[in-house]
């Protein structure tokens, strides 16, 4: 499976990202992380491409000075 297309599940993303689920609702919510896609009737997950680059800009927001 190709890496850029991988889905990734909430239990995933939380530990990848460091943040509680309800934190990343919230930044959903707000347009401040990316969208989950819908995998089915109860299934949803996110593309770890589009959770690699929300870290990439977090990580180049905290290095401006």
């Not at 934190?23 to 949803?44: C, N, R």
């Amino acid at each position: 499976m190709e890496t850029a297309n991988r889905i990734l599940r909430i239990k995933q993303v939380m530990e990848i990202t460091g943040l509680a689920k309800p934190t990343i609702y919230l930044h959903m919510k707000q347009g401040t992380f990316p969208k989950q896609i819908k995998l089915g009737p109860k299934a949803a997950g996110w593309l770890a491409s589009e959770i690699q680059t929300w870290i990439n800009c977090r990580i180049a927001a905290s290095r401006v000075q």
